[in-house]
C-alpha cells in the first residue's frame, strides 16, 4: 500500500504543483522543480545528484555569493569540484540538503567497455599468428628439402 502510493509520488507528473515526490522519505525532485529556485532569495543547486537549498549560505561562502548565484537552480557539480573544496566544505552540505535529483534527471553512467577489442591488442595478435604459420612453413619446407636430399 505504501510502496504503492510511493510509485504514484514518483511517476506523478502533474506539472508545477507537484514538485516533489517521496520515497522511503526521501524527497526526489526533477530539474524542472529545481530552477525555479534560481534567486537570491530562493537558491537550490544539485551536487553530485544531491539536492541543496543554500539560501541562507549565500553570505556566508567563503568564495563568495556571486559564484553560487550563477549555478543558481542547476547542477554545481561541476564547479564545486572544480575548486577543490575541502573536507570541511562538503560535511557543510550536509545542513543544507532537502533531497535527491530525480532518477529520470541524472546523467546515465558511461557503459562498462565490456568485450571491447582494442585496435592494438587484435593487430598484435594476428602479426604473432602470421609468424607461427611462417615459421611452420618454413619446416615442412626444409624437412621436404632433406627428405628429397637424401632419397636422390
Ligand atoms: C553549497 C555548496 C558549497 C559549500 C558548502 C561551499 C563551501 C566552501 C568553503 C567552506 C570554502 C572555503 C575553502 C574550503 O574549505 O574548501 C569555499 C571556497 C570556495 N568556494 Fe565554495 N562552497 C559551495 C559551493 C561552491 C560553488 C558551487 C562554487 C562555484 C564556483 C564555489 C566556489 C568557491 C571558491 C571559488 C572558493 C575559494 C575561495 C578562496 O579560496 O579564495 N563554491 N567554499
Redesign the pocket.
Known amino acids: 500500500m505504501v510502496e504503492e502510493a510511493n510509485n504514484k509520488l514518483l511517476n506523478a507528473d502533474d506539472g508545477p504543483a507537484c514538485e516533489q515526490s517521496a520515497v522511503d522519505g526521501v524527497k526526489y525532485y526533477t530539474l524542472e522543480d529545481i530552477r525555479l529556485h534560481n534567486m537570491s532569495t530562493d537558491t537550490w ?1 544539485i ?1 553530485n545528484d544531491k539536492v ?1 537549498d ?1 539560501t541562507s ?1 549565500l553570505e556566508e ?4 555569493e556571486e ?2 548565484l ?2 543558481a537552480g542547476s547542477d ?1 557539480t561541476e ?2 569540484e ?5 573536507t ?2 562538503r560535511e ?2 550536509e545542513q ?1 540538503y532537502v533531497g535527491e535529483l530525480h532518477l529520470d534527471d541524472r546523467k546515465k553512467e558511461k557503459p562498462k567497455e565490456a568485450n571491447v577489442t582494442h585496435p592494438g591488442e587484435s593487430s598484435a595478435w594476428s602479426s604473432w599468428l602470421i609468424s607461427a604459420v611462417a615459421a611452420a612453413a618454413v619446416g615442412v619446407a626444409y624437412r621436404y628439402f632433406i627428405f628429397e636430399h637424401k632419397s636422390s
Request: no cysteine.
Open positions: 543547486l551536487i541543496y543554500i549560505f561562502h567563503p568564495g563568495g559564484v553560487l550563477e549555478q554545481a564547479s564545486f572544480d575548486v577543490g573544496h575541502s570541511d566544505a557543510m552540505l543544507y
